[in-house]
């Protein structure tokens, strides 16, 4: 638990704090790192989590709901916070009009940006809880929490470098870097809560993976096709989702 908890607190928190190295937002293999992430995040979700999934249980019809809902729970989600969660860095020109409410317009807007964030970010850490009650005792947590570590921090980092932009200061910012760090840590507290008081049951918690799971496959396979606009065929790009793909089969299997 308290390794889970540090992995889901400290790689958003770091990689958040890179903007203070890169404050352009720009690195020179930020894609490919999206591109793996997105990959990996795929493969996991594929190989591991939606098959398991299907085994353990027989409600097979409602686990299918849960996975719809979920990938257009994302897509909600994603209208707020415009694809930060798979690294996309929005900002303004600098020599865009100003008004003079806009301070609190963009004290509004990246509070409405954190708060969609912490939604997907909760939920994420909410489904570490107790996984072998729903998956049994081969179920590999660490498999998941890797690939939710991937994808949290090119956010982080995107998260910052927006923010920055909007309240005109990375020091402003910081506080909501360490919220969004916070949201996974409680998710899970949260949810080992609830399976302590017998509040949240495994059924409960199987629906919970499933929802998850949507929002991962939404998330993954954005990246990925987006890394390749127009549909052209990038070499690197592919060699690396490849590769990140691959990863994800290695740890089903090996472990």
Not at 37 to 45: D, E, K, M, Q, R
Not at 126 to 142: F, R
Not at 194 to 209: F, K, N, P, R
Not at 210 to 236: D, K, M, Q
Request: aromatic share 10%; proline share 4%; net charge negative.
């Amino acid at each position: 638990m308290i390794v889970k908890l540090l992995v889901l607190f400290l790689t958003p928190l770091l990689s958040g704090l890179a903007v203070y190295l890169v404050p352009s937002g720009k690195t020179k293999n930020f894609k490919l790192l999206l591109v793996f992430a997105g990959a990996y995040l795929f493969g996991i979700t594929v190989v591991h989590i939606l098959p398991e999934l299907y085994i353990k249980n027989s409600d097979v019809e409602l686990i299918g709901l849960f996975v719809l809902a979920g990938f257009f729970l994302q897509q909600v989600l994603e209208y707020f916070t415009s694809g930060i969660e798979h690294g996309h860095i929005h900002t303004h020109d600098p020599g865009e009009h100003h008004h003079h409410d806009e301070p609190h317009q963009e004290q509004l807007s990246a509070f409405v940006l954190l708060t969609a964030l912490c939604v997907h970010a909760f939920l994420e850490g909410a489904m570490l809880v107790q996984p072998m009650a729903v998956m049994g005792m081969h179920y590999d947590v660490n498999a998941i929490l890797f690939g939710i570590a991937l994808h949290r921090a090119p956010a982080a980092f995107a998260l910052m470098t927006v923010l920055a932009f909007q309240l005109r200061s990375v020091n402003k910012a910081l506080p909501h870097l360490i919220f969004f760090s916070l949201a996974a840590p409680i998710g899970l507290l949260i949810s080992t809560y609830l399976i302590d008081v017998e509040v949240l049951s495994a059924s409960g918690l199987t629906y919970l993976y499933a929802l998850v799971c949507g929002n991962f496959l939404h998330i993954s396979t954005t990246i990925v096709f987006e890394s390749s606009p127009a549909h052209r065929f990038y070499a690197r790009k592919m060699t690396v989702a490849i590769i990140g793909a691959l990863l994800a089969v290695a740890v089903e299997y090996m472990l």
